[in-house]
């Protein structure tokens, strides 16, 4: 039997039958591809902490599947306490269901800081769990019902999204070019297609023959152990490059683009991603090459008026001094600063590819008209 190529693989999944999330442990790709489950609370908490799933849009994912499964323990917990008094059928009365089920929520919603489609998607699943249980006073079991709609419908638009961001991103390049990426915005982080790499695959679809250059990015090595992976296992035309030589490839002339994915975008057009991302924006800017920002609406945060504003997540000392060495590479006691995003200011981005359209600076105005199109496009589909 011909192996099973990562593109074939789910990025996030549920096994509603086993209650579980289902994801690849992505510490430890490309060596190794292992499918992991999630049970617990503190199994979930721990693969996005650890970065086993990662990526904006696959966080938001793995949490609404995550909340899901843990309000259906909420209430398994609770029958199995029920057969010593009222018996295993009995239904759960709501306010007792949702005190639990909030505290679920924020513990996972502290997992990571940054990629604010964590708590984008426990924010809606919330919202329908509220709607039901108290606005409309389903029974818990009904509840249970309209979250896992929710999850499974969180990860079905996913797909559409990236597929929209690919074709408007698409339009912003042509057959041949040369395209730069940092860290992974790929499918492995998303449902599929990826944000950055969307126009990519679908370019490659429709022979376009890009040349990619994949950030390496240190210290997790995302462009290096996944993105030069997916794309190299999708018959891309890609190279591999060190953080560091960015610009010596776009002073060559070899990138008529950047494309890059991001965690959260500050309403003024400020957009977060993973560290690194700033300096190639600052290059792409000295030599002329348009810099794309790749942005699921999920990951704009119109609360947020500018980049000053965002957290920035601080990961272990470890993951710069001695994490993918055989042994250490740094002084014992050395001090380390390891933020894992910067924030790209709104000057050196060209646009934000969005599913609902491209925008260009000023951004407070144009992320605004996308805001209104969604809006718009979302009451036409409720209709
Ligand atoms: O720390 P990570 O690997 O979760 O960081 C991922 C990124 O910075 C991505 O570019 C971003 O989440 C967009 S993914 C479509």
């Given at each position: 039997m011909a192996e099973k190529n990562i593109m074939d693989y789910e990025t996030v999944e549920l096994d509603d039958n086993d209650s579980s999330v289902v994801i690849i442990d992505q510490t430890l790709l490309p060596g190794k591809t292992e499918i992991i489950r999630l049970h617990t609370a503190q199994e979930i908490w721990d693969a996005i902490y650890l970065l086993k799933v990662r990526g904006a849009p696959a966080i938001g994912v793995a949490a609404a599947f995550g909340i899901y499964v843990l309000a259906k323990n909420i209430v398994k917990d609770f029958r199995a306490d029920g057969v010593k008094d009222a018996g295993e059928n009995r239904e759960m009365p709501f306010g007792e269901f949702y005190e639990k089920f909030k505290e679920q929520k924020e513990y996972l919603n502290s997992s990571r800081p940054t990629a604010v489609n964590l708590s984008w998607a426990l924010n809606r699943m919330e919202a329908v769990c509220l709607q039901a249980g108290r606005e409309e006073q389903k029974p818990v079991t009904?509840?249970?019902?309209?979250?896992?709609?929710?999850?499974?419908?969180?990860?079905?638009?996913?797909?559409?999204?990236?597929?929209?961001?690919?074709?408007?991103?698409?339009?912003?390049?042509?057959?041949?070019?040369?395209?730069?990426?940092?860290?992974?915005?790929?499918?492995?982080?998303?449902?599929?297609?990826?944000?950055?790499?969307a126009p990519i695959y679908l370019g490659q679809e429709r022979g376009y023959g890009f040349k990619v250059f994949a950030d390496e990015t240190r210290p997790l090595l995302q462009g290096a152990r996944l993105t030069a992976y997916e794309l190299h296992s999708s018959g891309v035309d890609v190279t591999l490059i060190c953080d560091n030589m960015s610009a010596m490839v776009m002073k060559n002339g070899w990138v008529n683009a950047v494309f890059v994915g991001c965690d959260r975008v500050a309403a003024n057009g400020d957009a977060a991603n993973k560290i690194g991302t700033s300096v190639v924006a600052t290059v792409a800017k000295r030599y002329g090459v348009p810099f794309y920002v790749c942005a699921p609406t999920s990951t704009i945060d119109y609360d947020t008026p500018t980049g000053a504003e965002i957290k920035i997540e601080q990961r272990p000392a470890e993951e710069v001094t001695e994490m993918w060495y055989k042994e250490r590479m740094a002084p014992e006691g050395v001090k380390v600063f390891n933020p894992a995003f910067d924030v790209t200011d709104n000057d050196l981005i060209t646009a934000i590819v969005t599913e609902y359209g491209i925008a260009r600076a000023p951004f407070k105005e144009s992320l605004e008209e996308i805001r209104q199109k969604k809006i718009s496009a979302q009451k036409d589909k409720n209709q």
């Open positions: 009904e509840v249970l019902e309209i979250l896992h709609k929710e999850a499974v419908e969180i990860k079905e638009e996913d797909t559409w999204v990236c597929k929209t961001i690919g074709e408007y991103g698409l339009s912003l390049v042509k057959p041949g070019d040369g395209i730069l990426t940092h860290c992974n915005a790929g499918q492995l982080a998303t449902s599929k297609y990826g944000t950055a790499t």
